[in-house]
């Protein structure tokens, strides 16, 4: 079974509000990635966060870990229409050379 | 520079046969690491390649195979095709042996439907 699990699985907002998704995991991690992909394509990398970090920011991103929980969150501030997409988290173990991806959540955001 | 490249993008075959996909890593990478993605699910690992030799390998079955040319190119060659094995098929690549340190860098994926 895969690695990651995210929550909620659909997600809908309004332009401008905040959306929040989730990410839990079974095993202790090397890292966690972010990913994001547009309607069935390529993932894009959004961002990583080291076993060692509790929370990183890149522009409108804020991820957050807690490995007591073995959870991720990902937050996007001030969502615009662009943001519509689907959400991938994916776990890197301390062994192996693989990474374990969710299940994702899907996010529309309403003009 | 060009991205990664995948080659075809979409692909129609019947149960049973032969499939061939292909991807070009960005230049410079050495390593290339293929994912099946299907419908409403995330990415599954399937093989990772790193200077032609075979790295690592998921959960698939043997009718699963891939190789690297000498320009770090890939194919994914799937036999006996059954009909689950339509989906995504992405191909990811990396500059490095140890992928999972750092972000990889995705195609657009060709999406294989199996009749």
């Known amino acids: 079974s895969q690695q990651g699990e995210e929550d909620p699985q659909a997600l809908s907002i309004q332009e401008g509000e905040n959306a929040t998704m989730n990410c839990s995991y079974k095993?202790?991690?090397?890292?966690l990635q972010w990913y994001r992909q547009n309607s069935g394509r390529g993932l894009v990398h959004l961002i990583l966060?080291?076993?060692?970090?509790r929370e990183k920011h890149s522009g409108r991103l804020r991820v957050t870990l807690d490995t007591s929980k073995k959870s991720s969150s990902l937050l996007i501030t001030a969502s615009r229409a662009a943001d519509t997409a689907s959400y991938f988290c994916?776990?890197?173990?301390?062994?192996?050379?693989?990474?374990?991806f969710g299940t994702g959540t899907s996010l529309t955001v309403i003009p | 520079d060009a991205g990664v490249t995948q080659s075809p993008t979409h692909l129609i075959k019947t149960r049973g046969q032969h499939v061939t996909l292909r991807c070009s890593p960005i230049?410079?990478?050495?390593?290339v690491s293929w994912y099946q993605q299907v419908l409403g699910q995330g990415p599954q690992f399937i093989f990772q390649?790193?200077?032609?030799?075979?790295?690592g390998r998921g959960n698939f079955p043997d009718r699963f195979s891939a190789r690297q040319f000498p320009n770090y190119s890939s194919e994914l060659n799937v036999n006996a095709l059954l009909l689950g094995d339509s989906a995504l098929y992405l191909c990811?690549?990396?500059?490095?042996?140890?992928?999972?340190?750092?972000?990889?860098?995705f195609g657009p994926g060709t999406r294989l439907t199996v009749l």
């Open positions: 994916a776990t890197a173990l301390n062994t192996g050379n693989q990474f374990y």
């Open positions: 390649y790193y200077e032609k030799e075979e790295r």
């Open positions: 095993t202790s991690i090397n890292n």
């Open positions: 990811a690549s990396s500059p490095r042996l140890v992928v999972t340190y750092n972000e990889q860098f």
């Open positions: 230049s410079g990478h050495k390593s």
């Open positions: 966060i080291r076993s060692n970090e």
